[in-house]
């Protein structure tokens, strides 16, 4: 509206903006008559239903802010984006109403072609935190049983309830319904995160400074990055960072800087500030106070109120709190198992730990992603404590070290899953102790002499037969069973050399009664019986079924011309599993599977013996 007013036109002209949150008599002036030509500037809320009397022109940018869920920041926001077509039709049938009239769009007929046909629903591009609130304190605990009008994803919906029980607006326990602090944030109209930044403001005494910074979070980034090279620009933000607990406190006195400026071009850019992301920063602010009904406008920081703003950060982005790995990098541990790097421009790089405000992901070489993560805040574990007490644990853990070959324990704490600390534990557990010694035995740090190839084949029977006769109801040897069967023989122990000694075999004994033991060996035996020879050990399939879910035969390595007096092909499991012959050579090598002996003995041998007499001469070839 500036830029067309400056401009000198041919005649008088009325102008008039037209938006949403103009209050009601002002948008009424756009419906109003005139006695000069009308200009109307309108954001898309006159894309559809609205008809002003006169209107014979419409010229269309083709743009509109699109409420999306931003990933980096963990909340809601306004994107310029291009329209689709139907947005397009749209508009443009507000022109002419009442008379004929023109449509000028400020694109391109192939660009317009490239358009998506439609707008992407709502529900399917937002965050839905605050709508699942709603609905708890509506009494409607389960979201996806709601009947939406566009049903959402339930993986959203899962990512909502998971981010509101975070923020301790859900009770973790008692049917999850809403918490007092949920019901705070209930009568804030914005979305949860910033809601909780406003209530724990609100409790603080520092609700400014937090609609402050959760003005910050919903729009663009007031300090250019391209200026981060400036020696001078720099030189001129030493002032901003000198001191800084939190990369927030940076923003707010860069934007206290550009405030008091009235947002001047050259200083800010002098400086390094984005003058325009500044203003927008000024609007959010102000709307966030109305919507939390502060009647104080101080629109300068208070530095004294740091450490209070910090905790305010804390309580809404407790899920991006991490910790650094160690003093000499920048790499950082987070909950959920993920990771990033600290950016080198925050100015919280030696605090051990931090709570992040955006997380991003950008391509690295080879294509790689790399998260990094930016607007940091230093916070102390005693806030963690006071603000998340039921999420904070110390227990006494016990782990394999490589190194040493030995069991060490440790008292870790833990937010969430994300570990924080850790301290030398006087003694270690005697279950714990055996049960890390056998997670190191299954990670092949190590193997106890006792697990021989008939314990690997006493597992291998075992679970070939639960397969096998399901109607027999046998307890697996699955990695579980196996870690408690190790567990239970290394327990007490410490030392890898005493793990390596000990003798398993009692402990696996122990895995089911003795009289299924005697079933295993009837329906999945050791060996088989062989002529008049000693018994031939059978060999079991790792694995019971292939990828498809098929049973895998049990096999013997047999020599073939041992098998010639064979009359009929073994069965194992009371008769319902042929045994699969490998067919070997007198030096062991393989000739061919066989499921059939007699069959093959008719068919196939005939067809390779002459082949075999001269190889083998000396062997009574029938």
């Known amino acids: 509206i500036s830029a067309i007013g400056h401009r000198r ?9 037209l938006h949403g949150d103009l209050p009601p008599a002002d948008q009424d002036r756009a419906f109003g008559g005139s006695d000069r030509r009308k200009i109307v500037v309108a954001t898309n809320v006159a894309e559809t239903s609205v008809t002003i009397d006169g209107i014979r022109h419409v010229i269309d940018s083709g743009m509109a802010r699109v409420a999306r869920f931003d990933a980096e920041r963990g909340f809601g926001t306004l994107l310029i984006e291009e329209i689709s077509r139907a947005s397009a039709d749209q508009r443009a049938g507000r022109a002419g109403r009442t008379a004929p009239g023109t449509c000028h769009r400020l694109w391109t007929e192939s660009g317009h072609l490239n358009r998506p046909g439609h707008n992407t629903p709502e529900i399917h591009r937002t965050d839905l ?9 509506a009494g409607i605990d389960e979201a996806t049983q709601f009947d939406w009008l566009d049903k959402p994803d339930a993986n959203a919906v899962a990512k909502a309830e998971s981010l509101l029980h975070s923020l301790g607006a859900l009770a973790k326990h008692d049917g999850g319904g809403l918490t007092d602090v949920g019901r705070a944030m209930l009568r804030l109209p914005m979305h949860p995160r910033p809601a909780r930044m406003i209530v724990e403001g609100s409790r603080r005494d520092c609700i400014n400074e937090a609609a402050l910074c959760a003005a910050f979070m919903s729009g663009r980034n007031i300090l250019i990055r391209s200026a981060r090279d400036d020696k001078n620009v720099q030189a001129a933000q030493e002032s901003f960072r000198d001191g800084a607990d939190s990369d927030f406190e940076v923003l707010m006195r860069a934007w206290q800087f550009a405030n008091a400026r009235r947002y001047n071009i050259d200083d800010c850019r002098a400086h390094g500030i984005h003058a325009g992301a500044c203003r927008e920063v000024e609007s959010a602010f102000r709307q966030i106070l109305r919507l939390a009904k502060s009647s104080d406008a101080r629109a300068a920081p208070d530095r004294s109120k740091s450490t209070a703003l910090r905790h305010c950060i804390l309580a809404a982005f407790a899920d991006q709190l991490c910790v650094r790995r160690d003093s000499g990098t920048l790499f950082c541990n987070l909950t959920d198992g993920r990771s990033g790097t600290l950016v080198r421009e925050s100015v919280v790089q030696k605090s051990p730990l931090l709570v992040i405000g955006e997380i991003r992901q950008v391509s690295a070489r080879g294509d790689r992603a790399q998260t990094l993560l930016s607007l940091a805040a230093a ?13 904070l644990t110390t227990r006494t853990e016990c782990g394999f070290d490589p190194g040493m070959k030995r069991v060490e324990a440790h008292e870790i704490t833990r937010f969430r899953d994300l570990e924080l600390g850790r301290a030398r534990a006087k003694e270690a557990d005697p279950q714990a102790a055996g049960q890390a010694l056998a997670k190191a035995c299954l990670g092949e740090w190590f193997t106890p002499k006792s697990f021989d190839h008939s314990i690997r084949q006493l597992i291998r029977r075992l679970n070939w037969l639960c397969f096998a006769r399901a109607d027999l109801e046998f307890p697996p040897l699955d990695e579980t069973a196996i870690l408690n069967c190790l567990s239970a023989a290394f327990a007490g122990m410490t030392l890898a050399k ?5 003798d398993v075999k009692p402990a696996f004994r122990k895995h089911m009664p003795s009289e299924q033991w005697e079933w295993l060996d009837e329906f999945a035996p050791q060996t088989i019986p062989w002529l008049d020879d000693k018994p031939k050990r059978l060999e079991y399939p790792e694995k019971p079924t292939d990828k498809h879910g098929n049973m895998l035969p049990v096999e013997l390595h047999v020599k073939l011309h041992d098998c010639f007096r064979l009359a009929e092909h073994p069965r194992i499991c009371d008769g319902e599993h042929i045994v699969r012959f490998k067919l070997l050579t007198p030096k062991n090598r393989k000739i061919d599977y066989c499921d059939n002996w007699p069959t093959f003995k008719q068919r196939e041998y005939p067809r390779i013996r002459k082949d075999l007499l001269a190889k083998f001469p000396g062997v009574g070839w029938v």
């Open 9 to 17: 036109l041919p005649e008088p002209v009325q102008l008039i903006p």
């Open 129 to 137: 935190s605050e709508s699942v609130l709603m609905l708890h304190a």
């Open 379 to 391: 916070v102390e574990l005693d806030w963690v404590r006071e603000l998340f007490p039921g999420d």
């Open 498 to 502: 005493q793990a390596v000694a000990a």
